[in-house]
């Protein structure tokens, strides 16, 4: 297990936006998937967005078009850049990152989305 370290979680109203940033281990950061989960009030976490080490993406149907997962391999951090925000959007957002029997969780930034 690592830890990873995530910032840029805060309150903001419907339809602005908010950058999260993790910054991970090299050990994983270098080759590794790097993700982003978020766990609603009283429900289960769910993945958001997810980047390969050779860039390839994936999004949940319900951020689609409004959030980006991006990585700077200078600096081993990975973002979420979070447009258009919905109070559906209202959770606690997680990194992950894996690579081989090594992965590691955030320990998590509280973003509340006001209607």
């Known amino acids: 297990q690592v830890q990873l370290v995530e910032s840029g979680g805060g309150l903001v109203q419907a339809g602005g936006s908010l950058r999260l940033s993790c910054v991970a281990p090299?050990?994983?950061?270098?080759?590794?998937?790097l993700a982003w989960h978020r766990q609603p009030p009283g429900k289960q976490r769910e993945l958001v967005a997810s980047?390969?080490?050779?860039?390839?993406?994936y999004y949940a149907d319900s951020v689609k078009g409004r959030f980006t997962i991006n990585r700077d391999n200078a600096k081993n951090t990975v973002y979420l850049q979070m447009n258009s925000l919905k109070p559906e959007d209202t959770a606690v957002y997680y990194c992950y990152g894996t690579l081989g029997a090594t992965q590691g969780w955030g320990q998590g930034t509280q973003v509340t989305v006001s209607s």
């Open positions: 980047i390969s080490s050779n860039e390839i993406t």
């Open positions: 090299r050990s994983i950061f270098s080759t590794g998937y």
